[in-house]
C-alpha cells in the first residue's frame, strides 16, 4: 500500500478569487477514491467548501480564499480498518496509505503525510493549508502539519479545528489532557504566558491580551474553578457571546484561561471564539483585496447572441465577465481583449468568482 | 521577496530539512518579534545574515509527540494522546533574504504533556541557497 496504488490525476481550483501568488490557499487532497469514484470527491470537496464558507469567519472572508482540489485515485476505496479496534478488518490498497486505529485508536485516523507533502509540494506549492479528504465514512481524523478526516457525519469539525492549529497557531482550549477525570498533573498551570492568542495565564483586566473584547461589566476572571482537582463542571454563568477569562484552558483545570466558555478550539461544534475569530480575520485580511494586479490575458472567448463573455488570464481558469449588463459586459470584454491583442497586461475586479472590473495597464 | 516552502521529516527528536523550494506566494504576516521571557509554545524565527530574526511564526508544534484524538462523544470530543514513535513531515513558509539566512524553532523540550514548560531554541538550519529549486 503506497503511492504505487494510485496516481494523481491534477490539481482544479474550485474556489478562485486571483491568482495563487495573491490569495490564501487552501488545498484538498483526495485519499481512498478510486478512478471511477473521483467525481464523488469532487462533491465532497464542494460540500466542505460550502462548511466552510458558512462557518464564520470565513463566511466572510471569502474573496482571500482560493481552494484548489487535488483528484488521486487509489486502487480501493476507503482506509485501513483494523479489527483490533473494533473495525471492519479493511485494507484498501491507497495512495497515501490511510488508516484508522493509529495507537490503538479506531478514530485516530492518519496518513503517510510525507507522500502528502511529496504531492502537495509538486502539484500545489502555494498551499497554505491542506486538507485530506478519506472517503470513508467511519467517523475520524487527525492533525498536524495536515489535516485528515473522513466522510461521516460532523467530520467537517475535525477539519475545521485543525486549521484553527496549523493555519492560525490556536492552542487547544479544553482544560484536560487525556480526558476529565483521567488526567494526573494537569492540577494547575504554572508555565509563563503562553504564545498563542486564545489562551492565557493572565486574568487581569489591566494587562489580558484580549482585554479590548471585554466588556466592563464582565468580572474578571470570569469563572473560576473550585476544584483544581478535577475540570469545572458548572455551567456557563454568562450568555454564550461573553468574552472574557474562563478558567480551564490549555490541558489544565486551573491556571490557564479561554476567552469564551465554548469554541471550536474547546469542543467541536461550536463556533471560533470572538478572540480566534478577530485572529482569523487579521490573517486573512491582507489576501482579502478583490482587485487583481498585473495579469497577462491568454485567450478571450464570448457567446454569441448572449451576454455571456469569458477569458483566461494568466494563472486563472476561465472566468466570466459579470453580466450585470449587456453594456458592462461589452466594456470589460473590450478591454480583455484589447489587452490580449496588444500584449498589455490588466488589472481586474474579481466579484464572486467574475470580472466585473478591468484596467488596460 | 520571495518565499520558501521548507519541509522538514522527523523521527524521535533528529529533525532533518528535506526540500527547499522557492515559491510565488503571500507569506503570513510576521507575529511579533519580541518574546517574553519564559513564554511557551512553539515558533519559529527566521534569522538574515546578522543572525536578526526578520520573522516569526507561533503555530502548534508540528512535531507530533503526542496526537489529538477526536471523538464522537461531545463530552470529550477532542483529546491528547501520547505519541508512541514521533515520525511525520511538516511544512514551513519563511521569506527569502539576501544572503545567508536560518531558522530556529522554539518550543518546550520535545516530550507529551510539556505544554507548560517555557520554549526555547531546539533546532536551528542554515538555509543553503544553493539547495533551492
Known amino acids: 500500500m503506497s503511492a504505487a496504488d494510485g496516481s494523481v490525476l491534477g490539481t482544479t481550483p474550485i474556489v478562485f478569487n486571483g491568482p495563487a501568488s495573491q490569495k490564501w490557499n487552501l488545498v484538498i487532497v483526495a485519499e481512498g477514491y478510486r478512478d471511477v469514484e473521483i467525481s464523488n470527491f469532487h462533491n465532497d470537496a464542494q460540500s466542505f467548501v460550502q462548511t466552510l464558507f458558512q462557518t464564520p469567519p470565513f463566511d466572510g472572508l471569502s474573496s482571500a480564499i482560493n481552494i484548489y482540489r487535488i483528484d488521486v485515485t487509489s486502487t480501493d476505496s476507503g482506509a485501513n480498518d483494523p479489527v483490533a479496534c473494533g473495525g471492519t478488518g479493511a485494507t484498501p490498497r491507497t495512495y497515501f496509505d490511510a488508516s484508522f486505529c493509529n495507537n490503538g485508536l479506531r478514530r485516530l ?55 484553527g492549529h496549523t493555519a492560525f497557531g490556536f492552542a487547544d482550549e479544553y482544560e484536560y489532557y487525556a480526558g476529565c477525570g483521567i488526567d494526573v498533573g494537569h492540577d494547575h498551570y504554572s508555565g509563563g504566558e503562553p504564545a498563542q492568542p486564545n489562551v492565557t495565564r493572565d486574568s487581569n483586566r489591566a494587562t489580558n491580551k484580549w482585554r479590548d473584547l471585554v466588556q466592563a461589566a464582565t468580572p474578571m476572571p470570569t469563572t473560576s474553578n473550585a476544584d483544581c482537582t478535577k475540570c469545572d463542571p458548572q455551567p456557563n454563568p454568562f450568555p454564550a457571546a461573553t468574552v472574557g477569562t474562563y478558567e480551564g484552558a490549555f490541558y489544565y483545570h486551573c491556571g490557564a484561561y479561554r476567552p469564551q466558555f465554548n469554541c471550536r478550539m474547546r469542543a467541536l461544534g461550536n463556533p471560533y471564539c470572538a478572540v480566534c475569530q478577530r485572529v482569523i480575520r487579521q490573517a486573512l485580511a491582507p489576501y482579502l483585496s478583490p482587485w487583481i494586479y498585473n495579469l497577462r490575458v491568454l485567450r478571450t472567448h464570448a457567446k454569441h447572441g448572449s451576454q455571456m463573455a469569458w477569458a483566461i488570464l494568466d494563472g486563472t481558469p476561465w472566468l466570466s465577465v459579470r453580466p450585470v449588463a449587456a453594456d458592462g459586459v461589452t466594456n470589460v470584454f473590450a478591454i480583455l481583449c484589447d ?23 | ?66 496526537m489529538e484524538v477526536f471523538s464522537e462523544d461531545p463530552a470529550t470530543s477532542v483529546s491528547r494522546l501520547a505519541e508512541s514513535q514521533p515520525r511525520g513531515t511538516f511544512v514551513i513558509l519563511a521569506p527569502e533574504v539576501e544572503g545567508p539566512q536560518s531558522v530556529t524553532f522554539f518550543s518546550h523540550p520535545l516530550q507529551p504533556r510539556a505544554a507548560h514548560l517555557s520554549a526555547a531554541p531546539v533546532l536551528r538550519f542554515e538555509i543553503r541557497k544553493e539547495d533551492l529549486r
Open chain 1, 109 to 163: 485516523l492518519v496518513c503517510n503525510d510525507a507522500t502528502v507533502h511529496q504531492v502537495v509540494n509538486a502539484q500545489m506549492p502555494q498551499a497554505h493549508m491542506i486538507l485530506v479528504m478519506v472517503n470513508s465514512t467511519v467517523y475520524g481524523g487527525s492533525g498536524g502539519g495536515i489535516a485528515v478526516f473522513s466522510l461521516a457525519s460532523g467530520a467537517n469539525e475535525i477539519a475545521l479545528h485543525e486549521m
Open chain 1, 339 to 361: 489587452a490580449l491583442a496588444k500584449g498589455r497586461n490588466v488589472d481586474i475586479l474579481l466579484d464572486h468568482g467574475q470580472i466585473s472590473e478591468a484596467t488596460l495597464r
Open chain 2, 1 to 66: 521577496m520571495a518565499t520558501l516552502r521548507l519541509t522538514f521529516s522527523y523521527e524521535g527528536d533528529k529533525v532533518t530539512l528535506v526540500s527547499q523550494q522557492r515559491v510565488e506566494m503571500m507569506l503570513p504576516l510576521s507575529h511579533p518579534l519580541d518574546v517574553a521571557e519564559g513564554q511557551t509554545g512553539f515558533w519559529y524565527t527566521v534569522e538574515d545574515a546578522q543572525k536578526r530574526p526578520i520573522y516569526r511564526r507561533v503555530m502548534q508544534n508540528p512535531i507530533r509527540h503526542d
